[in-house]
Nanobody, 130 residues
Framework: QVQLVESGGGLVQAGDSLRLSCAAS????????MGWFRQAPGKEREFVAA??????????YYADSVKGRFTISRDNAKNTVYVQMNSLKPEDTAVYYCAAALNYCLGDGCYVNMKEYDYWGQGTQVTVSS
């Protein structure tokens, strides 16, 4: 079992920045990647970013919609993954979820689908006002 706890959400204005954190505990040694997804009201959950973990290396993955604005990073010692979100837009408003994947994948299309993840956090709300 892996437990994930997100933090850092809030209400900001367009153009502001925000950093989300996700702390993992439990059997973190089994993780191959950690990722961020988001779900806006009335929409499906979508991929944001991911980073390889442990045997998955440190490869980074980003959705096109956030490239150049969001940066995912990790702190192995703290078992924590972060996403720094800059130049936020109203369309970034969503509940942001952290997830952990226990399967190894290699390639450009890895870790972008929900089905690749085994554990999920409870989510943290990000609201960007215009």
């Amino acid at each position: 079992q892996v437990q994930l706890v997100e933090s850092g959400g809030g209400l900001v204005q367009a153009g502001d920045s925000l950093r989300l954190s996700c702390a993992a505990s439990g059997r973190t040694g089994n993780m191959y990647a950690m990722g961020w997804f988001r779900q806006a009201p009335g929409k499906e959950r979508e991929f944001v970013a991911a980073v390889g973990w442990g045997g998955g290396g440190g490869r980074l993955y980003y959705a096109d919609s956030v490239k150049g604005r969001f940066t995912i990073s990790r702190d192995n010692a703290k078992n924590t993954v972060y996403v720094q979100m800059n130049s936020l837009k109203p369309e970034d408003t969503a509940v942001y979820y952290c997830a952990a994947a226990l399967n190894y994948c290699l390639g450009d299309g890895c870790y972008v689908n929900m089905k690749e993840y085994d554990y999920w956090g409870q989510g943290t709300q990000v609201t960007v006002s215009s």
